[in-house]
DNA sequence: TATTGTTATACTCTATAACTATA
DNA sequence: TATAGTTATAGAGTATAACAATA
């Protein structure tokens, strides 16, 4: 016995997948602001973590604006989690460098998030979670290239 | 030999669902773009096609401010796939009828998602497009509840 | 001339407050 | 008084153009 859904495009698995992450987004915003953070700072302090790079290839890593970069990069100052350092060979750039502080707020940030996912995700098996994580990657590779 | 990934996130299931919600929006924007439609207003021409409802109410179903409402029955008027028809009971409220030119619509606008998202989807098995839909509202069944 | 970071500006989207007509 | 629809306005977010410093 399938009950209608009211909303005609709830068995669409595009639509679900938007409004899934939507929720997912709204989630992890939730989840970081305690921590004084939003996720496009996390993500740019991730990355930048990771690799020696320059505001704007790490606009571009990314997905933001060379213009909206430099708010991002100021409140990383603010916070205390980065510093913006001159490139030695060429002057034009900005390096930006994680603070000492970084590490400890990535490992929170991702122990916050860790924890809110699996909030959501409780119900899943691990093998439902990972086909779910494969899918997704599998897709999203496939729209990219 | 797994090779590491430039983004950090791109392990989290999470954040990968986010960027897959991102892109099937933007998929979904671009293929209806050409029938002169949003996805907002397909949406709530698609609701109203099933339930006879004011603004406020479709409003509220397909997640709209009823102020933002007012633009998209206004355009949806313009396009001559709706009207607005007073309620005889209640004469504060419209009524959002959709007109004859709607159904033709509604079904060309399904189409033109089902061959966009076609192209997306079609690496995956029936079977793993199934589990991913039913995993998507599992998980926003359960976001929601 | 071209590029990096920056600022100013415009544009979209959404949210809030206040108005009108009806209840 | 309260509610449905509307308008005006403000705010957040993003994109475009132009500028200074450097290449």
Do not use: C, N, W
């Not at 016995?1 to 709830?10: C, G, H, N, T, W």
């Not at 004084?36 to 991730?46: E, N």
């Not at 930048?48 to 990314?62: F, G, I, P, T, Y």
């Amino acid at each position: 016995m399938a009950r209608e859904p009211v909303d005609p495009l709830a068995g669409r698995t595009g639509y679900l997948l938007v409004k899934l992450g939507e929720t997912l987004s709204e989630l992890a915003e939730r989840a970081l602001a305690p921590l004084g953070l939003r996720a496009k700072h996390l993500h740019v302090l991730a990355v930048a973590a990771r690799h020696q790079l320059s505001q704007q290839e790490l606009a571009e890593l990314v997905g933001l604006d060379r213009t909206s970069m430099v708010a991002v990069v100021d409140e990383l100052e603010r916070l205390g989690l980065a510093i913006r350092q001159r490139s030695e060979t060429d002057r034009r750039r900005y390096l930006i460098v994680p603070t000492g502080k970084a590490a400890e707020a990535l490992r929170r940030a991702a122990e916050t998030l860790d924890s809110a996912e699996a909030a959501l995700f409780g119900d899943l098996s691990p093998a439902e979670r990972a086909l779910l994580t494969e899918l997704a990657t599998r897709l999203l590779t496939k729209a990219a290239g």
